[in-house]
């Protein structure tokens, strides 16, 4: 059903998930490189390894799995962008950031680093780090922004 040649689905998708980097020319033989190359190949023997375990003990498909588990990567790097953006804009003394730094840092408009991150997102980075926020400028305690 997925054979595809002398490919299949979970060799591909472990190609997808763990691409082996091509050199630069002149690169070929530089250590880094070649760690890196050997490092790509070994994740992608181990993920071909963990998707044909999952499809055989689990029924689960190797693509929507790691549909599901990029997805969940992506959240994760959500939630600490607003995070972050929360810290530099509430935690850092004696000035915050500037919205423009942070935008142009995390690829928004400033409007967009002004609304993304809310109450939850603070309170989140106070009890992590320890730190206390600077005054709270927000009107209304329950903004909306759920955690993800």
Do not use: N
């Amino acid at each position: 059903m997925y054979a595809m040649g002398r490919r299949d689905i979970f060799t591909d998708v472990a190609a997808i998930l763990h691409p082996i980097p091509r050199p630069e020319p002149g690169q070929e033989d530089h250590d880094g490189f070649l760690a890196m190359r050997d490092q790509a190949a070994e994740d992608q023997e181990h993920a071909v390894a963990q998707l044909q375990a999952g499809w055989e003990h689990g029924d689960q498909d190797p693509l929507v799995f790691a549909l599901i588990r990029a997805r969940r990567a992506k959240e994760e790097a959500e939630q600490q962008i607003r995070e972050l953006l929360a810290y530099g804009r509430e935690f850092v003394q004696p000035r915050p950031y500037t919205l423009g730094d942070l935008a142009a840092a995390a690829g928004m408009s400033i409007s967009g680093v002004r609304t993304a991150y809310g109450h939850r997102d603070v309170d989140q980075v106070a009890e992590t780090t320890g730190a206390k926020p600077r005054e709270w400028r927000a009107a209304e305690p329950d903004d909306g922004k759920a955690p993800r």
